[in-house]
Structures are given as structure tokens and as C-alpha cells.
């Protein structure tokens, strides 16, 4: 079985799904299915985490058999560390996703459950694809449950916004797709190594590199491509928001890291400047929008476009802290949104709105509630000593040592993002929960039951943990990085470190692809 664990780990939620569709159909039956399910995938991925050497950058667990065209395309999966981190992300959230539905849906509950773990299959996929067509293939079955959970589950405006998600992505694929043939008839096969031994002329590099960014962009979002975003998240029921935030908004960075970045490197220098700036005015921009929002999810929507900005600066920033510190972010916002969002879904079910202006002093009467909700505005406004703060300040140091064009303005630019997060969470903390409770609509709302607080722990726990001990992540991330970033360093040294530019790329040393 461990022979082929990435497999078992990505299938089985698929197979769950099937299942949920055809056979279990009654509803007690199917959330205790699919709650089992996602349970045991978890534990199946726990192996992964156990089992990997964290002293090797290169791929391991690998599964390989020939698929198309006499093996040139092939059903080719692997796992190094970052795809390791991400992937324990989505089977850590998938239970406690399903357990957040137990009362939130009510309406053909095995359909919805069968959606979730679909999702959760795709998008283990998409980490674990070392094929460029297999990935093609899941990263564009993520569109479909999507858009079914947003479209049938969601709000009043659901068809519209799952129409606007299905769009934007789609459009964004698209132009990947066209970038993935030309590179298969280049390398003769769909294998990613063969596309990374790739000699690609820069001019072809720098069209390749935006045809992969504009899709990884929009999944992100990047700023100004983030339009989509605060209309899925409104109108999606609480688990979409969560798994959206959670895990599929980084797919968007994962591809940049994976793909865009190490295959196109003169397109990452041509580029990074303008990206690097348009990630800081997503942080600034995410963060002003959110600071006048009266929605308390949409106002959580925008701070993941803020939060997501610095992720995109790390990357982009070239230097190890800096990429360390995007992945670890990923992981620190994916902990305290979900957090925020079932939080957010917690009082909807209560009062069936989430317009600040109809709470006040809600801890007089959810003092549980009050505490989780504290907790998590913390670790999203990263506080030291929870997870949210490790990523940012990593971020902001590596965008500050590094190299890069204006880093040390961008990385002061940036700070303000962390500022203005801390005005706009505890802003609207202040006002829901603190004070008199001047609305008899919040008066006897219950607080927290047993479910919700099993739900929450874990990711308590989570911020916690990360945020004293971040080196339990760390130390499994950093042979990936450098191997993913090799094409920008010397060898023996990383990226911007090393104080040298080139003439045509003024802030990055760029290695051929002989090593010179």
C-alpha cells in the first residue's frame, strides 16, 4: 500500500465521492461517510509527513507508469517538501470542513459532501503532479466542484458568482495550456524535468512565463486580477470559504513556485519588479478595502487578497527567507481565515446575517466564541508567538536583504499592510463583540456547542504550535526551495545574496542553464 501512498492519498477522497453520489445517500449516513473519509486520508497523509526525508530537495514517493503516447505522457506523481506542507494543509482542513456542515447544510447533503471530498481530491492532485497534462487535468477539475458548491449552496447571488469564478480561472487556464503544448513539442514529453532542462530563448521565455503567471494570478488573486474573489467567498456557504481560503487561493502561489518560476527565470526577472510592486499595493489596497467593509466576510475576503499580496512579495523577493516565509504564510493564513470564516459561519447560522452593524458586546453572552474569535484575529494580524507572524516577518526580511529592485521600500511598503491589518481585525472585533449589547436580536444566542469547539481546537492548537516551533515546517522546506530556485543562484549561493546583478537584469543574478 505505502508503494503507492500518493495515489491511495489523492484517490481515495475520489473514491469517497463516488460513492457518496451512488450508494450512501441517506443523510446521517453520508456526513458520518463522509467524515470518515476525510479522517482517514488524513491519517493516510500522516505517513507522508513521517516517512519524508526532510534532508533531500528532490521528489520522493514518486509514482511513475507510462499513460499517452508511448510514455511520453505519463501518470507521474512526487512529493518534495513544499508540495509536503501544502498537501498535510488540505487533509488537515478536509475533516474539519465536513464537520463544520453537520447543521450549516441541510439540502442534499450527500451531493454536497460528495462535492467536498472531489475537491480534496483534485487538489491533492494538483500538488502531487509531476506531469504537465496530469496536472493540466486536476488544476482544471478544482473549476468543477467549485462551482457546483458556490452555484447550489451558496447565497442569494450564487449563480453569478460561480459563473464570475468558473470565467476568471478558466480564461487564466486556458492561456497556460497553450504555454504547456509548445513546451511539450519542444521536450518531446509532458515529463516537468524535461520541460525544466529546457535551453527556451528569453523572448520565449518571457511570453511563457506570462502565459503561466496570468493563470496562476488570477487563482491567487493578484491584484488587479482579484475581482472574483470577494463574490465567491460572500455567497459560497461556510465550507466553500474555508476550503477556498484555505487551500485553493494557493494554488495560484504553488504554481508560481513550482512552475512559473524555475522554468522561465529571465521571465521572472523581467517581471518580478512589476509584480512585486502590484503584490504590495494588493496588501495596502486588500487592506483598505477591508477596513470600510460593513459584511464581516466580505471583510475577511479582503484581507485574504491583502494577506496573499505578501505571499506573492516573498516569492518574488528571490531570496530563501523570503520564499520560506511565502510558503510558511500560505500555510499561516490557510489556518486563521479557516478559522475566521467558520467563525463567521458560526454566527450566520445563529443570526442569519453577518452586517457588523447588527452586533455589539457579543462576549457578554459568547465568551468561548469571543476567545476562538480573538485568537484567530491574532494570528491573521500576525501577532508574535502565532504562526501568522512567522510568515509575515520572514517575508519582510527577505524582501528587505534582498536584492531585488527597490526591495527595502517595497518591504516598508508592505509593513503598512501589517499595520493596517491590525486596525481593520480589531477594529471590527471592537465593534461585534465589545461594549453593550444594544441589539435584542443577540440576546440568548448560544454560544459555542460541543461540535464547534472540536472543530476549532485543532486549528488553535495549529497557530500555537507554528507560531513558537515554525522550524517543525521550516526544516522540511529548505533542500526544496534551494532546489526549486537553483536557476537564480550562483552555485553555492542563494539568489540575492550574493550582492551581484547582471547588466540586462539589474536586480537578480540569473544561472544559465549550464550553471554559469
Do not use: C
Request: a neutral charge; zero cysteines.
Amino acid at each position: 500500500m505505502t508503494d503507492h501512498i500518493l495515489s491511495w492519498v489523492t484517490f481515495l477522497p475520489l473514491v469517497g465521492a463516488l460513492l457518496l453520489w451512488t450508494v450512501v445517500r441517506w443523510e446521517a449516513q453520508a456526513r458520518l461517510f463522509a467524515l470518515a473519509v476525510a479522517i482517514a486520508d488524513f491519517v493516510l497523509s500522516l505517513h507522508l509527513w513521517f516517512h519524508f526525508d526532510a534532508g533531500r530537495g528532490d521528489d520522493q514517493f514518486v509514482e511513475r507508469v507510462a499513460w499517452l503516447f508511448n510514455g511520453r505522457i505519463s501518470y507521474h506523481l512526487g512529493m518534495d517538501g513544499i508540495s509536503l506542507v501544502l498537501v498535510m494543509l488540505t487533509t488537515f482542513l478536509g475533516p474539519l470542513v465536513i464537520l463544520s456542515t453537520w447543521k450549516a447544510v441541510t439540502d442534499r447533503v450527500s451531493n454536497f459532501l460528495g462535492f467536498v471530498l472531489f475537491l480534496q481530491a483534485a487538489m491533492l492532485g494538483t500538488f502531487f503532479a509531476r506531469d504537465m497534462l496530469l496536472f493540466y487535468v486536476f488544476w482544471e477539475a478544482m473549476l468543477i466542484p467549485m462551482y457546483f458548491i458556490i452555484g447550489i449552496w451558496g447565497g442569494q447571488r450564487r449563480i453569478y458568482a460561480a459563473v464570475k469564478f468558473f470565467i476568471f480561472t478558466m480564461v487564466g487556464s486556458v492561456f497556460m495550456l497553450v504555454g504547456i503544448i509548445w513546451l511539450y513539442f519542444q521536450a518531446g514529453s509532458m515529463n516537468l524535468t524535461d520541460f525544466l532542462n529546457l535551453e527556451i530563448a528569453r523572448g520565449a521565455q518571457l511570453w511563457l512565463f506570462a502565459a503561466f503567471f496570468l493563470a496562476f494570478a488570477i487563482k491567487v488573486p493578484l491584484f488587479p486580477l482579484h475581482t472574483w474573489l470577494p463574490d465567491a467567498h460572500v455567497e459560497a456557504p461556510t465550507a466553500g470559504s474555508v476550503i477556498l481560503a484555505g487551500v485553493l487561493l494557493k494554488m495560484g502561489t504553488y504554481g508560481m513556485l513550482r512552475f512559473a518560476m524555475p522554468l522561465f527565470p529571465e521571465g521572472v526577472a523581467h517581471f518580478a519588479p512589476l509584480i512585486n510592486t502590484l503584490a504590495v499595493i494588493g496588501i495596502i489596497y486588500g487592506a483598505l478595502v477591508a477596513l470600510v467593509q460593513p459584511d464581516v466576510k466580505k471583510l475577511v475576503a479582503y484581507s485574504s487578497v491583502s494577506h496573499l499580496g505578501f505571499v506573492v512579495l516573498g516569492l518574488f523577493s528571490l531570496s530563501q527567507t523570503g520564499v520560506a516565509g511565502g510558503i510558511f504564510q500560505m500555510l499561516a493564513h490557510g489556518l486563521s481565515t479557516g478559522a475566521l470564516f467558520l467563525l463567521v459561519g458560526v454566527i450566520y447560522e445563529r443570526r442569519h446575517t453577518r452586517e457588523i452593524a447588527e452586533f455589539g458586546g457579543l462576549a457578554h453572552g459568547m465568551p468561548l466564541y469571543a476567545v476562538f474569535f480573538m485568537i484567530a484575529t491574532l494570528a491573521s494580524i500576525g501577532l508574535p508567538g502565532l504562526a501568522g507572524f512567522v510568515g509575515e516577518f520572514m517575508i519582510l526580511f527577505g524582501t528587505f536583504s534582498s536584492q531585488a529592485l527597490h526591495g527595502r521600500l517595497l518591504a516598508v511598503l508592505a509593513a503598512t499592510g501589517v499595520v493596517l491589518g491590525a486596525i481593520y481585525m480589531l477594529w471590527m472585533y471592537q465593534r461585534v463583540f465589545l461594549g453593550k449589547r444594544s441589539n435584542e436580536k443577540n440576546e440568548g444566542l448560544p454560544d459555542l456547542s460541543l461540535r464547534e469547539m472540536v472543530v476549532l481546537v485543532p486549528l488553535v492548537v495549529f497557530m500555537f504550535w507554528l507560531g513558537v516551533q515554525p522550524g517543525l515546517v521550516l526544516d522540511r522546506l529548505g533542500p526544496s526551495i534551494d532546489k526549486v530556485m537553483a536557476p537564480f543562484a550562483q552555485p553555492g549561493q542563494h539568489a540575492l545574496h550574493t550582492g551581484e546583478t547582471s547588466a540586462s537584469n539589474p536586480g537578480f543574478v540569473i544561472r544559465d542553464t549550464e550553471g554559469q
